[in-house]
């Protein structure tokens, strides 16, 4: 049943909800902009080749972050909906995030388990390790979801989903994070780790470049990934503060504007990339090989043409 209401007292509810829409229209705007920008790349180094679990990883997580941005200009759209679709929208908004930072999780751990040279015991312990973050996560987000409820609502004209939700269920919304922030530090740390101690080795060898290079990558990629969701982290653990969530300031709405976009940048546009940057290292790694293999190639005719030249 759709709320009627042109009470002023509700005008600053308005505000706050009008500004956080450009956010979120903001942030969808840039999810698609990334797929627009890489998928010149994704065909060539995800969807043509061999497909793997990496591959359905992918495409997994790169196509959820366009159906998760559709849906949320779908919810700022100034038409009425549903209650259904109200909840629909809250319930993406909540378990979106679990289910694509534990497929994240899983992207980290084939990176993780390549630098240790396949140790079973360290792919164990980071199997388990995340499985009871993920769970951990997803236990917070039923509870969670358990006292809520939706309900579409017509304010002045302005149309809005309002959530309704006890503070001790709210509260649960942004604990969620904690466990994933472990996993993530865990991951971090196993990473800086196995780096210092290859770099150390390398110093040792002079015929270690291409592994330097390699490590390079992997550590530039995993420290914007891992920047990017303590960004996010701390901003969420924020709104826990009942001045921030519970004040109708501007400087709150533009706090909460950049948690979701933070969010959907860390997931959506650095999350696809752990993979994509290692594909396209790979590519890169080919082709010079095939170009010194034809560059020999060369030299060889070369030196077979001044052999035949000698004997004429």
């Avoid at 630098?115 to 993920?134: D, E, H, P, R």
């Avoid at 579409?152 to 649960?172: H, P, Q």
């Amino acid at each position: 049943m759709t709320v009627v209401s042109d009470d002023p007292a509700l005008w600053s509810f308005i505000s706050y909800s009008s500004l956080i829409n450009y956010f979120v229209a903001a942030s969808s705007v840039v999810v698609v902009y990334d797929w627009v920008l890489t998928f010149g790349q994704e065909f060539e180094l995800i969807l043509r080749q061999r497909w793997s679990f990496m591959t359905v990883l992918y495409i997994c997580v790169r196509y959820i972050g366009i159906l998760f941005s559709a849906i949320n200009i779908l919810s700022i759209l100034p038409f009425l909906i549903t209650d259904k679709v109200c909840a629909i929208i809250w319930y993406v908004g909540t378990w979106v995030p679990v289910i694509v930072n534990a497929m994240l999780g899983v992207t980290m751990i084939a990176r993780i388990h390549a630098m240790y040279q396949g140790s079973k015991k360290l792919l164990i312990f980071m199997v388990v390790t995340l499985l009871a973050c993920t769970i951990t996560s997803g236990v917070m987000v039923t509870i969670e979801n358990l006292g809520f409820s939706a309900q579409e609502a017509n304010l002045s004209g302005y149309y809005v989903c309002i959530d309704y939700m006890d503070t001790y269920m709210t509260n649960l919304s942004y604990e969620s994070m904690i466990s994933t922030a472990v996993w993530e530090v865990l991951a971090l740390f196993l990473t800086v780790w196995i780096v210092m101690k290859h770099f150390r080795e390398l110093r040792r060898s002079p015929a270690g470049s291409t592994i330097g290079d390699c490590l390079t990558m992997l550590m530039q990629s995993h420290m914007f990934y891992f920047l990017a969701f303590a960004i996010v982290a701390s901003l969420r653990l924020g709104l826990l503060s009942p001045n921030i969530r519970g004040s109708s300031s501007v400087g709150s709405d533009i706090y909460s504007g950049i948690w979701a976009i933070a969010q959907v940048l860390q997931m959506f546009v650095l999350g696809p990339r752990l993979i994509l940057s290692i594909r396209e290292y790979h590519a890169k790694l080919v082709a010079r090989a095939d170009w010194e293999i034809g560059m020999t190639s060369i030299s060889a005719f070369h030196a077979g043409g001044d052999v035949l030249t000698g004997d004429v």
